[in-house]
C-alpha cells in the first residue's frame, strides 16, 4: 500500500540548541571561566555591598552555589531571598580564585516576601521536627535537597548493582492478595464508593471488603513471594518499590509506607551464598556512592553532625562478621544495662542489635542460624537441625537490623504442612504450587531503602529519609 506523507505548513521554528539545559554544577565542575551563560535558579543568600548585589544561585542540581554579581543599577525590584529568577552574564575568576556569574540581566519569575509566612529564614538552621512540619516546602532548604539528591543517587546504585550481575528488576504489585509474613500487619483496600460496592458484589453474603476483587486485598508488606515466581523463570530477580506496613509506631526507624531492595536467586540452598550476595549488594553499592558522590555524602553528614564512629566505609570493608543467634545470646546475656532483657528464645530488642553492631566494632555483623519460631513460615529448616532456620539478619550502625533473608522451604510437603499450620494452605496454593512443577531451591533478603540511608548517612529519624512520610496521624498532602 503506497502511502503519501501529507506536507503540513511548519507553524513553529525554533533553535533547539538555544534551550541547551546549563546547571550549575555543570559550571561548577567544569569551570567555563569567559563564557556567558544564562541560569534559572533560587536565591538561597543575599549580601547587599555599596555597588552590587551578591546572591547565592541554587538549582537543585548540587549543594554548592553558584555567586552571582547584581550591579545596583540591574536589581529588580522583587529580588529576594527565596525568590526564583534567571540570570544572565559572563562567568569570571573573583580575587578568591572561585568562579561567579557577573549579570547583565536578571528576571524575578516569582517573588518570595519572608514576612508573609516563609517558614525558613536566611542563613538560619532549624530542628528537623519543625522542617517536618512544611512537607511541601522541606525540599528548598539545603538539608534536606542534599538528602533527595543522594536518594536519588542510591536507587541508581542499587540498580547498577544488579545489573552488573545480570539480575532482571520486577515491578511486584502494590495490591496483594496475601500478607507475605503472616503479622497481620496490612492495610485493607476497597473502593471507597458505597454505590460501586453494592454494584458489584457478586455473591450472596459478600464482604464490601471482597466486592471489588472478588477477595480481600491489601497494600502490599512486601515483594517477595511474587519475586519467587519469577526467580522460578529468570533465576535473578529483585524489585525496589513501596510497601506499607499498618503498625502503630511513631518510632524513629518505622514509617508506614517505605521502599524495599528485595532480590531472590533460584539455585542457592545455603546460607553462605546468601550471606556472600547480601554483602556484594550493600558494599558495592556504598562504594559506588562514595566514589561518585563522596562529596555530597560529607557536605550532608557534616552538616547534621553526623557521628565519626559510623563511617560507611565501614559498609565496604568486607568479609562481614558472622555470629550465630545462640552466641550473640552468649554475648548479651553478660550485659546488665539493657532496659529490655535478653531471653534466649526471644526476638533480639533493638537495643541488643544496637549493642552487637557496637561489641562489633560499629560494623556491619550477620546473625544467622535462628530458632525456626522467630522467623516466617518461608525460612528453611536446617537439615542436622530442625529447630533452627537457614535465616540472617544484618545489623548496622544506627538502625540495628538492615537486612533479613532466608533460604526458602522448598520441599512441598513440608512447606504444605507449615501452610496448614497457620491456616493459610487455601489462600497459598498457588505459592505451594510453585514447589509442584519444575521446582528450585531459591532464597533472597530485603534491605530497607530509607534504613539504608539512615546508615550511610546517620540520619536519626527515618522521617527525614523520604519526601512525603507516612506514620500513624500522618499523611499530608
Excluded at 28 to 46: D, H, I, S, V, Y
Aim: charged share 25%.
Amino acid at each position: 500500500m503506497n502511502m503519501k506523507l501529507l506536507s503540513l505548513p511548519c507553524r513553529y521554528t525554533f533553535n533547539r540548541y538555544l534551550y541547551s539545559s546549563c546547571s550549575v554544577k555543570d559550571i561548577l565542575n567544569t569551570q567555563p571561566e569567559g563564557c556567558k551563560k544564562k541560569l534559572k535558579g533560587w536565591a538561597r543568600g543575599m549580601r547587599k555591598m555599596k555597588n552590587n548585589i551578591f546572591l547565592d544561585l541554587d538549582d537543585g542540581s548540587t549543594h554548592r552555589h553558584l555567586q552571582v554579581v547584581v550591579p545596583k543599577n540591574k536589581v529588580p525590584d522583587l529580588l529576594s531571598y527565596g525568590c526564583s529568577l534567571e540570570a544572565e552574564g559572563v562567568l569570571v575568576k573573583n580575587p578568591n580564585n572561585q568562579l561567579e556569574l557577573v549579570a547583565e540581566s536578571i528576571n524575578v519569575y516569582g517573588s518570595c516576601v519572608v514576612e508573609d509566612g516563609y517558614p525558613f529564614g536566611a542563613r538560619k538552621t532549624y530542628h528537623p521536627e519543625y522542617v517536618r512540619q512544611h512537607l511541601h516546602i522541606r525540599p528548598r532548604t539545603a538539608t534536606f535537597s542534599s538528602l533527595l539528591r543522594l536518594r536519588d543517587k542510591l536507587s541508581c546504585a542499587v540498580r547498577n548493582r544488579f545489573a552488573e550481575d545480570n539480575f532482571i528488576e520486577i515491578n511486584a504489585p502494590v495490591l496483594s492478595s496475601n500478607d507475605c509474613e503472616g503479622a497481620g500487619e496490612v492495610f485493607v483496600v476497597k473502593p471507597d464508593s458505597d454505590d460501586l460496592i453494592k454494584e458489584m458484589i457478586s455473591k450472596e453474603h459478600q464482604s464490601p471488603m471482597e466486592a471489588f476483587f472478588n477477595g480481600q486485598t491489601y497494600l502490599t508488606v512486601s515483594g517477595q513471594l511474587h519475586l519467587e515466581c519469577m526467580a522460578r523463570a529468570l533465576t535473578n530477580v529483585y524489585s525496589l518499590g513501596p510497601t506499607f506496613r499498618a503498625e502503630n509506631s511513631k518510632s524513629r526507624l518505622h514509617l508506614s509506607e517505605f521502599y524495599m531492595i528485595e532480590a531472590e536467586q533460584a539455585f542457592i540452598d545455603n546460607i553462605e551464598e546468601l550471606l556472600s550476595s547480601i554483602e556484594k549488594t550493600t558494599s558495592t553499592v556504598v562504594k559506588q556512592l562514595l566514589e561518585h558522590s563522596s562529596d555530597e555524602i560529607y557536605h550532608y553528614r557534616k552538616v547534621i553532625d553526623a557521628s565519626k564512629d559510623n563511617d560507611p566505609v565501614n559498609m565496604v570493608n568486607v568479609p562481614y562478621e558472622i555470629i550465630s543467634y545462640q552466641k550473640a545470646c552468649d554475648v548479651l546475656e553478660k550485659e546488665k544495662c539493657f532496659k529490655n532483657k535478653m531471653i534466649r528464645g526471644k526476638p533480639l530488642a533493638k537495643e541488643h542489635e544496637l549493642f552487637l553492631v557496637k561489641y562489633n566494632g560499629q560494623k556491619p555483623i550477620f546473625v544467622i542460624d535462628w530458632p525456626i519460631h522467630l522467623k516466617p513460615f518461608y525460612a528453611k529448616a536446617i537439615p542436622n537441625n530442625e529447630s533452627l532456620v537457614y535465616a540472617v539478619d544484618l545489623l548496622c550502625p544506627n538502625v540495628g537490623e538492615l537486612c533479613g533473608g532466608s533460604v526458602r522451604e522448598d520441599n512441598y510437603d513440608i512447606l504444605k504442612e507449615k501452610l496448614s499450620l497457620i491456616g493459610m494452605e487455601d489462600k497459598l496454593n498457588w505459592y505451594l504450587e510453585l514447589r509442584q512443577f519444575g521446582n528450585v531451591s531459591t532464597a533472597g533478603f530485603g534491605i530497607g531503602f530509607e534504613r539504608f540511608l539512615q546508615v550511610l548517612l546517620d540520619v536519626q529519624n527515618i522521617k527525614d529519609t523520604i519526601a512525603f512520610p507516612r506514620w500513624p496521624h500522618n499523611c499530608k498532602m
